[in-house]
C-alpha cells in the first residue's frame, strides 16, 4: 500500500480507505432491512448464541454428572409444612445408620422437643450418649450422660481421625446438607438411592464406588440403606426409598428448623396485608374522590 500511495497518492488514499472503512451502505444494510428480516436475523442470531452456549456448557467438566429430578416432597407447597412423623423416622436412620460416619454439630438434643420428640424422650435420647465433661474439682475430665444443651456427638475426635477412618475421604457435616447442595434434598435422595454398577470403561480406583449424582461419578461413601436395614418403631416397611426419604426429611428440617414457622407467619402476613390493601384502597378514594370529580370553570374577562 505504501508504494501504491507514493505513485497516485489521492486514489491510493481513497482506496486504503474504502478497505479499512467499508462504504456506510454496508454498514447500515440491516437498518434498511424490513420488520420480518430484522425478526428473522435476531432469531437466527439468538439461536447461534444459545448453541455455542449450550456446546459450551455440554462440555464443561463441572457438567459431567447427573442432574437430580424434583420430587413431589410434601414440604415443596407454598403452606405445606415438614412430615414430622417423617422427621422422626429420619432421625431414626440418622442415629441408627448415618451417625457412625457423619456428625451434625450445629444440632442440639433440645431442638427435637415439639418437632418429633417429646421433652422425656429427648431427655432419654441424650442419656444415651456419654459426654466429656469437666474438669472437676481435681482438674481432671469426666464422663456424664447426655443431657437436652448437648449437641449430636461427633464420630470422630478430629478431622485426621475421620480421613484416617475413611480412607482419606471427610465425611461431611450433614447439618446444612441440605442447603449447601445444588437439588438439596432432590440431590441427597438421588444419591443416596443412585448406586450401580460403573458403565463400560469406567476404571475405579479401590475403595471408590460409582454413583452418577456425584461429581465425576466416583464416591467414597459405600452404599448405606437398604431394604429393611433397620426397623421402624412405628411400623413403616423400611424400603430403601423408604429410608432415603425420611433422612432427607429430617435433613430437610435440620437445615431449616423454622420452615414452618416461616410459613405461618407468611400467611399471617399474607392476611395481614390483605385487609390493609382494602383499608389503603378506601380510603384513597376517600382523599381523591373529592379532587378527581371536581370540574373548573374558567371565566372570560
Known amino acids: 500500500m505504501a508504494t501504491i500511495c507514493v ?14 472503512h467499508p462504504p456506510q451502505a454496508n454498514i447500515s444494510s440491516f437498518k434498511n432491512f424490513s420488520k420480518g428480516k430484522k425478526a428473522v436475523a435476531c432469531a437466527v442470531a439468538a439461536g447461534g448464541v444459545g448453541v455455542a452456549v449450550a456446546l459450551t456448557t455440554a462440555v464443561g467438566a463441572a457438567e459431567l454428572l447427573l442432574h437430580p429430578p424434583k420430587y413431589p416432597w410434601s414440604h415443596r407447597g407454598v403452606f405445606s409444612s415438614l412430615d414430622h412423623a417423617s422427621i422422626r423416622r429420619g432421625y431414626q436412620v440418622y442415629k441408627q445408620v448415618c451417625s457412625a460416619c457423619h456428625s451434625m454439630e450445629y444440632l442440639c438434643y433440645r431442638n427435637l422437643i415439639g418437632v418429633s420428640h417429646t421433652e422425656e424422650e429427648a431427655k432419654a435420647e441424650a442419656a444415651e450418649v ?3 465433661d469437666g474438669p472437676d474439682e481435681e482438674g481432671k475430665m469426666f464422663q456424664r450422660p447426655g443431657k437436652l444443651s448437648d449437641r449430636f456427638p461427633d464420630p470422630y475426635p478430629n478431622p485426621e481421625a475421620a480421613r484416617a477412618a475413611n480412607e482419606g ?28 454398577d460403573a458403565p463400560a470403561g469406567t476404571n475405579l480406583r479401590e475403595g471408590l464406588y460409582y454413583n452418577p449424582y456425584f461429581p465425576g461419578g466416583a464416591i467414597a461413601m459405600a452404599q448405606a440403606l437398604y431394604n429393611e436395614i433397620i426397623e421402624y418403631e412405628d411400623g413403616t416397611p423400611a424400603t430403601q426409598s423408604q429410608l432415603s426419604k425420611d433422612v432427607c426429611t429430617f435433613l430437610r428440617w435440620a437445615g431449616e428448623p423454622e420452615h414452618d414457622t416461616r410459613k405461618r407467619l407468611g400467611l399471617k402476613a399474607l392476611f395481614l396485608f390483605t385487609l390493609l390493601l382494602g383499608t389503603a384502597y378506601y380510603f384513597k378514594r376517600h382523599k381523591w374522590t373529592v379532587i378527581k370529580s371536581r370540574q373548573l370553570a374558567y371565566r372570560k374577562r
Not at 9 to 14: E, G, K
Not at 180 to 188: I, K, L, N, P, T
Request: glycine share 6%; no cysteine.
Open 7 to 20: 505513485r497516485s497518492p489521492n486514489r491510493s488514499l481513497l482506496r486504503a480507505f474504502s478497505v479499512i
Open 169 to 196: 475421604a471427610l465425611p461431611p457435616d450433614l447439618s446444612y446438607i441440605t442447603l449447601a447442595r445444588h437439588g438439596g434434598e432432590d440431590y441427597v435422595f438421588s444419591l443416596l438411592t443412585g448406586y450401580t
Open 130 to 132: 456419654m459426654v466429656t
